[in-house]
């Protein structure tokens, strides 16, 4: 296992894909709902980890659109988690410099969890350390497709032509515009699989999986793979 050496160089952006909720709280005879609370406490020592090593950008797959089709009261209790760990912890997130912003549908999310949200948005707006990017009701297809029709718009209505777009155009026109592209992808609970995530921005990313279950992974296990990724030898295609 690569040790993490403080010293050298640390990803800019790291991108995880919290997964293994339900069978953390499954392992215990636990409601799923309790899986989710203890990932909550998970994202609250990873961002503090993060704003430590010095991670510009930390982006977290919390709900995917895909996650619309689990029952019910399990997505309304992802939501209620949602607007309260945001409700608490705004206050924190101010004091610890991290900006808040999310990518995803978020129209699609419910009137009081999306008002916490922006509201918690507003407030950290000006913070210019850690930014914490959530991405909720986030499908890479949909942010692709989405980012497609407003460029035929575009088009069509002669702001820009056919011929002028490239990858760069395109980049500025998906929900993580202006953010640098993740270095390292974290998948955690062992599942090898992208499930809908930055499928475009991770082009390039250093992938990491561990068979830590969310609710387990703790600083060490981010300086592992952080210590996994200064290891790795990346070409982006050259020699
Ligand atoms: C990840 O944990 C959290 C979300 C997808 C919202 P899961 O709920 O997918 O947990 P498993 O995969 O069933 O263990
Ligand atoms: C991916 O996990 C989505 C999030 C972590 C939010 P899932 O548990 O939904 O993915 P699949 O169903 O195993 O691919
Ligand atoms: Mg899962």
């Known amino acids: ?27 215990r005879d636990l409601p799923r709902r309790e899986g989710h609370r203890a990932g909550a406490e998970s994202v609250e020592e990873c961002l503090k980890s993060c704003g430590d ?11 995917s ?14 939501m209620g988690l949602l607007a309260h760990f945001l409700k608490e912890k705004t206050p924190t997130l ?6 808040l912003q999310v990518i995803g549908q978020i129209e699609k999310l419910p009137g009081s969890s ?3 949200l922006e509201k918690s948005i507003r407030k950290t707006a000006d913070n210019d350390g850690l930014t914490l990017v959530v991405a909720l009701s986030y499908g890479s297809r949909e942010e692709i497709v989405d980012a497609t029709r407003e460029l ?18 395109f980049s500025n026109h998906l929900y993580t515009r202006g953010m640098p ?15 809908n995530f930055l499928l475009w921005q991770i082009s390039y990313a250093e992938i ?23 290891k790795r030898h990346r070409r982006f295609g050259g020699l």
């Not at 101010?94 to 900006?99: G, H, L, S, Y």
């Not at 279950?213 to 200064?230: C, K, M, S, V």
């Open 94 to 99: 101010i004091k610890a410099n991290v900006r």
């Open 152 to 169: 035929m718009r575009k088009s069509a209505e002669g702001e820009m032509s056919a011929d002028n777009l490239d990858n760069e155009t």
């Open 53 to 63: 090593l010095g991670i510009e950008y930390l982006t977290l797959y919390a709900f």
């Open 208 to 230: 990491y999986i561990t068979e830590t279950f969310w609710p387990d992974f703790r600083r060490e296990h981010l300086e592992t793979a952080i210590g996994e990724y200064q």
């Open 1 to 27: 296992m690569a040790a993490f050496d403080p010293e050298s160089e640390i990803p800019r952006h790291i991108a995880i894909i919290m997964d293994g909720n339900g069978r953390w709280a499954k392992e």
């Open 65 to 78: 659109s895909e996650n619309w089709k689990r029952p019910e009261q399990e997505v309304n209790a992802l």
């Open 114 to 116: 999306r008002r916490q």
């Open 181 to 195: 592209d993740p270095d390292l992808l974290i998948r955690t609970s062992g599942e090898f699989r992208i499930s």
